[in-house]
């Protein structure tokens, strides 16, 4: 069955950069992209960005540009997602989630970064 | 951009019929998806392009799409139906709705 795990929580200080893994099992991880979402505390779902399967190529929201790196390791069966220049605004539950064409069909259990001084 | 609306809440008596809606403009033309979010879980796919159920997820859920108004539709409401439900399309990226918290009374 198809899995995603995703890494622990993190607490990171402000201006610092955190990398958050997901591990697929259960498909052919080269065969699918893999979006990554964001859920600040209380509030909605927030599409991040996500990497397409082939060349791997990427494309983010206007409003993460330059705030988030997504890269994959095929051989790993790993998407990651990277976070700099962290600010409080950052603290929030990040899921990775598989493509489904046009849909989410999977999604990870989500990760906590805390950006706390 | 594209902007999706859905009600803050939702309230439905026990064993009756709860309505979803997603307001967009001329969303009957695109693929709406919707999501169950159950408290400090990750969100549940639990209907794709408008009115197609995931392997696992009971017949009493059924959607629709027409217009500027995407429904989804619980009968028989359950006190597991409660959560939050989100709706998605797709314009040029992702898009979702600022979802509705279910209530079973």
């Known amino acids: 069955q198809v899995q995603l795990v995703q890494s622990g929580a993190e607490v990171q200080k402000p201006g610092a950069s955190v990398k958050v893994s997901c591990k697929a099992s259960?498909?052919?991880?080269?065969?699918?992209?893999m979006h990554w979402v964001r859920q600040a505390p209380g509030q909605g779902l927030e599409w991040m960005g996500w990497i397409k399967s082939g060349y791997s190529s990427t494309e983010y929201s206007q409003k993460f540009q330059g705030k988030v790196t997504i890269t994959r390791d095929t051989s790993a069966s790993t998407a990651y997602l990277e976070l700099n220049s962290l600010r409080s605004e950052d603290t929030a539950v990040y899921y990775c989630?598989?493509?489904?064409?046009?849909?989410?069909?999977?999604w990870g259990q989500g990760t906590l970064v805390t950006v706390s001084s | 951009s594209y902007e999706l609306t859905q009600s803050l809440s939702v309230s439905v008596a026990l064993g009756q019929t709860a309505r979803i809606t997603c307001g967009g403009n001329?969303?009957?033309?695109?693929?709406v998806h919707w999501y169950q979010q159950k408290p400090g879980q990750a969100p549940v796919l639990v209907m794709y392009?408008?009115?197609n159920r995931p392997s696992g997820i009971p017949e009493r859920i059924s959607g629709s799409n027409s217009g500027n108004t995407a429904t989804l539709t619980i009968s028989r409401a359950q006190v597991g139906d409660e959560g939050d439900y989100y709706c998605q399309v797709w314009d040029s990226s992702p898009v979702f709705g600022g979802g509705t918290k279910l209530t079973v009374l």
């Open positions: 392009r408008d009115n």
């Open positions: 001329n969303i009957g033309g695109k693929n």
């Open positions: 989630a598989r493509d489904g064409v046009t849909t989410f069909d999977f």
């Open positions: 259960g498909y052919i991880f080269s065969s699918y992209a």
